[in-house]
């Protein structure tokens, strides 16, 4: 049986709408207009392999690489190919870390007792 499509085969439009069902054990038919809401919707058969295998090795890629036999950055560029294909960007929501400057004025405040612990993790952390 062929996976459902992605995008239409005739123009390539990705806005495809299922239109009928049809079960083999008892030969029903059910028709109508159907839209797939999934991230993994939009997913290749490859991508959708390494997202099983992902969730198999509980998303340790040290697991991964002895599976696949990839090395970290491969599997880091699929995953991030994958992200990408669900329609996120990866690291986006990730805090951009502090300028090693600035790291260091945060450390040498909180040794001096200058800022509380929480308020440089804080400051460490992004906020």
Do not use: W
């Amino acid at each position: 049986m062929n996976p459902l499509p992605t995008a239409c085969p005739i123009c390539q439009a990705k806005d495809l709408t299922v239109t009928g069902f049809f079960c083999r054990e008892c030969d029903s038919r059910v028709e109508g207009r159907f839209q797939v809401e999934t991230p993994f919707a939009g997913l290749t058969q490859e991508q959708l392999a390494f997202a099983a295998t992902f969730v198999r090795c509980e998303g340790k890629f040290n697991r991964m690489e002895e599976e696949l036999g990839l090395s970290y950055p491969t599997l880091r560029g699929r995953l991030h190919e994958m992200i990408r294909a669900m329609g996120y960007e990866p690291g986006r929501d990730e805090p951009v870390p502090l300028p090693e400057k600035a790291r260091r004025q945060v450390l040498e405040q909180l040794e001096a007792g200058e800022l509380s612990y929480e308020a440089a993790m804080e400051q460490l952390q992004g906020g």
